[in-house]
């Protein structure tokens, strides 16, 4: 299958591109520069550039960002959009946040309709933040549970907020688009809560890294030494299990239509710590000697069966995840 993948340079879809390699495909993955373009095909250097190539979308938000991304000859038979932004420096939240995240993901499919006949299938990556009912949270997390977050909250409570408002609200789009429209793709979404995992996208340093796997970075670094916050969520899924998620959901039949909550388990922060620190001893210094209370039990229960059931996903643990992690980061020279 010839494949989309938005936001090459991130972290989710390093790993997406890299399973989407091994398991046969062609990928063209957009970036929003040549200069990111050529670094990551540098950091391929043993695949051939028929098999993996880039196009610049510079702004997702952009009215037609996609029309020509989406052209491609021998025609794309899947996308995968994982670009959106994921990060808390917002200064105009809908300039910054909401226009790229729903624009973005509206955009696109619009694109594929216009412009791509041949792609049949969709898999977007939204997020749990378009789960999380903060405050409110049901007694089980699945599939059927929404976020209830507006562009008016995203406007006034800050950068978490308004992130998890633009994912809520671009996966919202997302759906309206498939009913009102009835393309010929179909459409899968994945909810990830937080991702961590070894780190394989281009970087110029660790100062870079992706919003999920600061936490790790600064406890390896000895930022946390003092104080170990806890976590504003308790879920987390390895970015591996992440990608072969969006790899399998562009195949399987089942897939299709469906929204899948693709989650391996609870955790606290400590138990991070806890993993490096049992891995790791020689890192042992930097890492807190005391952690701020965390909670005994978790406010929710999850499912994840469908994930398992569709996508035969098998997850991975906490520990594996964060000794891969630290893994990747001790390479970086800073
Ligand atoms: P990254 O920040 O590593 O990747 C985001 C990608 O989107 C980058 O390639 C970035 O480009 C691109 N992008 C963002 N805004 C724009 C824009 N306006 N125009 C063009 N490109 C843009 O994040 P992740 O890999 O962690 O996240 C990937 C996806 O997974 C996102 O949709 C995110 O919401 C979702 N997700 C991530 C979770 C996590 O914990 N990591 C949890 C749940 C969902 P550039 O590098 O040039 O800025």
Known sequence: MKVLVTGGSGFVAAHCIDQLLKAGHHVVFTVRTTEKGQNIIRNHRETSTKKLSFVVVEDIAAKGAFDTAVQS????????????????????????????????TRGILWSIKKYAPGVSRVVLTSSFAAMARHGNHPAIYDESVWSSLTAHDAELQGPFVA??????????????????????????????????????????????????????????????????????IFLWIDVRDLATAHVKALAEP?????????????????????????????????????????????????????????????????????????????????
């Open 254 to 334: 089942k897939a299709k239509g469906k929204r899948i909550f693709v989650v391996a388990g609870f955790y606290r922060n400590s138990e991070i710590a806890d993993a490096i620190n049992k891995n790791f001893p020689q890192l042992q210094d930097r890492l807190p000697a005391n952690y701020a209370a965390e909670p005994l039990s978790f406010p929710y229960e999850i499912d994840n069966s469908l994930s398992k059931e569709i996508l035969g996903i098998q997850y991975r643990s906490l520990d594996e995840c964060v000794r891969d992690s630290v893994n990747a980061m001790l390479a970086f020279k800073a």
């Open 163 to 232: 992130y998890s408002a633009s994912k809520t609200l671009a996966e919202q789009a997302a759906w309206d688009f498939m009913d009102q429209e009835q393309p010929n793709f179909t459409l899968t979404t994945l909810t990830p809560p937080a991702v961590f995992g070894p780190v394989v996208h281009y970087l110029d340093s660790l100062n870079a890294i992706n919003t999920s796997n600061t936490l790790t970075r600064d406890l390896i670094q000895g930022k946390m030494k003092n104080s170990l916050p806890h976590s504003p």
């Open 73 to 104: 000859e021998p025609p794309f038979e899947g996308v995968l959009h994982t670009a959106s932004p994921f990060h808390f420096n917002v200064t105009d939240v809908k300039r910054d946040m909401l226009d790229p995240a729903i624009n973005g």
